[in-house]
């Protein structure tokens, strides 16, 4: 299992924005809990963006529970020992593109958000988003936690995206094209 200095260190090279103080409460309050789903219904999810630049396109996923579009994510997993390994399996088990080879080694965003009564015990997920490059001509696979992936140009969305990602998503992409081109 992660741990806690391990994903402390991890938010922190990530980019400070309104929710990084909500991370560190957190944190503060319940210590390693609050990397497991069984932790409590506050607790910290690793998500990735994966991206083409050539194609200025997204690779989604029309996730069951939520029945809307989003980037690949999800809990930690015992044998996770990074968020950012978390996010690279979450993303290579829910799309099929095994292995991501560009990953950025930093997050990209941080972002918290509050979760509909489909997710049970879940109320709050604490989200490190990384990014990952891949090409549309690469075939994805929908895992049985989704309903569909497919890759859109950032020009046309699915109208049933999650919650505030329409406005998130080409400030999302952008830095994950500026993360992934300085990671050459």
């Known amino acids: 299992m992660i741990e806690l200095d391990t994903a402390r260190k991890e938010v922190e090279r990530g980019p400070q924005n309104s929710f990084s103080a909500?991370?560190?409460?957190?944190?503060?309050?319940?210590g390693g809990d609050s990397l497991s789903r069984s932790g409590g219904a506050h607790h910290v999810t690793a998500s990735c963006l994966v991206i083409d630049p050539a194609a200025e396109a997204v690779l989604l996923n029309h996730h069951r529970k939520a029945g809307l579009w989003g980037q690949f994510g999800g809990h930690l997993e015992p044998a996770d020992v990074s968020l950012r390994g978390?996010?690279?399996?979450?993303?290579?088990?829910e799309s099929g593109l095994r292995p991501l080879t560009r990953m950025t080694d930093d997050p990209i965003d941080?972002?918290?958000?509050?979760l509909s009564a489909a997710f049970g015990t879940c109320?709050?997920?604490?989200?490190?988003?990384?990014?990952?490059?891949?090409?549309?001509?690469?075939?994805?696979?929908?895992?049985d936690e989704s309903f569909d992936v497919a890759w859109f140009p950032l020009d046309r969305l699915p109208d049933d995206l999650m919650p505030d990602l329409p406005s998130r998503l080409p400030s999302l992409y952008r830095s994950a094209v500026a993360a992934l081109s300085s990671h050459d």
């Open 22 to 30: 909500s991370f560190a409460e957190l944190y503060d309050r319940q």
């Open 86 to 93: 978390a996010a690279r399996r979450e993303a290579e088990e």
């Open 110 to 114: 941080l972002h918290v958000h509050d």
């Open 123 to 143: 109320t709050r997920h604490f989200d490190v988003v990384f990014a990952a490059q891949a090409s549309t001509d690469d075939s994805p696979h929908v895992s």
